[in-house]
């Protein structure tokens, strides 16, 4: 409002006759506005109206009839635009060479009739006032009454063109994805020469029923098509995924060792499948695994010990030791890859061991010498307890086999079972199959030869019951068991080494072997086969005995040649005397038979054996005694 101030300086209101006429001018503006707004909207529904009426017997801009040009066309417009455009039609097929192939309007069926009331007909299920938005959306009115085709004929020539009878197609290739220099990359798809038949049909048909002169196999994409190309959603993100994977870094720790799967190594297990996902080659990933099985595996191999004998054995293999999981370690390096971070792990095993570094078993184990029939129990480097033990009996089939084994289980109170018995035992431990450590109280005593006596096991390790309940105190599944055979720790009774030992001193006095040794030798050979085995397994000189016996046969075989040599040729001379006598016998025949009958006579047994002629001499002297 407008102030105004009287000559004494006091304010006072002045007329608001400049608001007042602000407020009708802009009254006037807005009634000028709605005139003008009214006057565009009245012209616009005129024009709407207008165009909606004469839609009504007009098709819509932009619209076709069959695929030709039907915009603002009257019905008879229509009919003239049609049959010009059928007219000697016929349909040119180009394929991807550019070379062209006609089909005629007989070859594809086609049938065309063009009336007045079909094009009527189309324009009555017009509704003019749609014509704003067919504007934006153009109809396409196709009408078989109007063209139509006779598919058995279409489908019949369209199967005898060049493209389709065409032996010599290249491929359709889907782009591909492989891993080049360090990352996955994309090979482009290829396109081929491959014909859809059912999808070159349709188009054919299409064409033809919309009079379309010319039928591009290429643009029309009537060759088989590539599902996925270099630009497909699928491919990009198949490209991001297995790149992603490629990057996971997968490190080993082996004990105190590393080992890293390299990324070239990681590169030839991945792939895509059909559908463009992530694949994975489990074949290569297990060969990978058999590489690293090789290396770090130490299953059913054998193992040096350090004895409590002071001497370093080899104990073959078994059932102990780290061995790989292959399967498990596929699958777990699919899920770490998959996982997109970095991992460091251990292998997945299928069995373990006490440790990576060094002996596998550790400093924790069962020992057993089956040559001395004694078990020691090792824990953390310390013997906390030992036994003599009795294991399976050799002389009936039940040796207990030497290697490295773990406790399968460990059960209170089992009860063994074989084919002739049911045996209960307080401690139950089983190592390699059915053959285990166990109390044994039907023993009467542990050690020394005794498995080899008839008091050896089926094939378990027998021990004393507090023996055996301090080691299942301390053992559980896995637990070491380490069985060796080690020359010259054998341990017999007493009495049995004395007379082992007498065997020894025996043997020794044989010396050198003489014609005269006989008595000696015979000696030492009883002494030794009235030993127990266990004796007999500590006569360390047995093969002097043996070499002895050789040596005196040698002697007495050389002494018989000679004698026989002997005879031999003291026999030779009556030979020649019987000779002599000569043929037919007469009265002076005498003294040739006398001198070979006395020459016989005074021969040993062996040299008579040997005369050949004999039979000669007594037909002399039979003759001579008949003259």
């Known amino acids: 409002m407008l102030k105004l101030f009287s000559k004494k300086g006091e ?3 002045a007329p608001s006759t400049v608001e007042t006429s602000t407020e009708e001018k802009k009254n006037v503006d807005k009634k000028k506005i709605a005139i003008i707004g009214g006057s565009v909207l009245g012209a616009l529904l005129i024009v709407f109206v207008g165009f909606g009426i004469f839609f009504q017997s007009h098709f819509f801009f932009r619209s076709t009839v069959n695929g030709v040009k039907a915009s603002a066309a009257s019905e008879t417009t229509m009919k003239t635009r049609l049959q010009d455009a059928a007219k000697g039609y016929d349909l040119t097929v180009v394929d991807s060479e550019g070379d062209k192939e006609t089909l005629s309007s007989d070859e594809l069926g086609l049938k065309i009739d063009i009336s007045d009331k079909k094009i009527k007909t189309l324009l009555k299920k017009q509704n003019g006032f749609l014509w704003v938005y067919r504007l934006f959306v153009p109809a396409e009115y196709m009408d078989d009454a109007l063209v139509s085709c006779d598919t058995d004929t279409l489908e019949k020539n369209v199967a005898k063109l060049s493209c389709v009878t065409n032996q010599d197609v290249k491929a359709t290739e889907n782009a591909k994805v492989s891993y080049k220099d360090g990352s996955f990359v994309v090979t482009k798809e290829v396109y081929g020469t491959e ?25 029309d994409k009537c060759y088989k098509q590539p599902k996925y190309t270099e630009d497909s959603k699928e491919v990009k993100k198949l490209i991001k995924t297995l790149n992603g994977y490629l990057d996971t870094k997968i490190t080993y720790q082996i004990g105190s060792a590393t080992e890293s799967v390299p990324k070239d190594t990681i590169g030839t297990w991945l792939s895509g499948d059909d559908d463009m996902q992530p694949a994975f080659d489990t074949e290569k990933m297990k060969e990978f695994v058999s590489t690293m099985s090789k290396k770090y595996d130490t299953y059913g191999q054998p193992k040096q010990l350090a004895t409590q004998y002071g001497v370093t054995v080899t104990v073959p293999g078994g059932n102990y030791g ?3 999981d292959k399967d498990g370690e596929v699958a777990q ?9 970095d991992v460091s792990r251990d292998f997945v095993y299928q069995y373990t061991a006490a440790s990576h570094d060094g002996n596998d078993y550790g400093n924790s184990y069962v020992e057993i010498n089956r040559t001395a029939q004694h078990v020691y129990l090792v824990v953390n480097g310390s013997v906390v307890m030992d036994t003599p033990c009795v294991t399976g009996n050799p002389n009936n089939g039940h040796v207990t086999p030497c290697g490295a084994f773990r406790i399968t289980y460990c059960e209170r109170n089992a009860i063994l079972k074989g084919a002739n018995y049911r045996t209960p035992v307080s401690y139950w431990m089983p190592f390699n199959g059915d053959i285990g450590l166990h109390d044994a109280t039907w023993q009467k005593s542990f050690g020394g030869q005794r498995y080899r006596e008839g008091y050896g096991s089926h094939g378990c390790v027998n021990l004393p019951l507090s023996a055996a309940g301090t080691i299942f105190s301390y053992v559980q599944a896995g637990f070491p068991v380490l069985m060796y055979d080690l020359a010259g720790t054998e341990t017999v009774d007493s009495l049995t080494q004395q007379q082992a030992d007498a065997c020894k001193n025996a043997i020794n006095a044989i010396g050198s072997v003489t014609v005269d040794s006989g008595a000696a030798i015979s000696a030492a050979r009883s002494s030794y086969d009235a030993l127990k085995d266990s004796g007999k397994a500590c006569v360390d000189n047995y093969q002097v005995l043996v070499d002895a016996e050789n040596a005196y046969a040698n002697i007495w075989a050389g002494i018989a040649q000679q004698a026989d040599a002997d005879a031999q040729n003291q026999a030779n001379t009556v030979i020649a005397l019987i000779d002599q006598i000569g043929t037919p016998v007469t009265a002076n025949s005498k003294a040739a038979i006398d001198a070979a009958q006395n020459a016989y006579n005074g021969l040993s047994d062996a040299a008579k054996a040997k005369v050949s002629n004999k039979a000669v001499l007594d037909a002399a002297v039979a003759a001579y005694n008949a003259l």
């Open 11 to 13: 304010e006072t209101d």
């Open 195 to 219: 014909i859809e038949v059912e999808k070159l049909n349709k188009k054919v048909e299409q064409a033809a029923l919309s009079l379309q002169k010319t039928l591009d196999l290429t643009k």
């Open 322 to 324: 780290w061995r790989i």
């Open 333 to 341: 390096l699919t899920e770490d890859l998959k996982g997109g971070k």
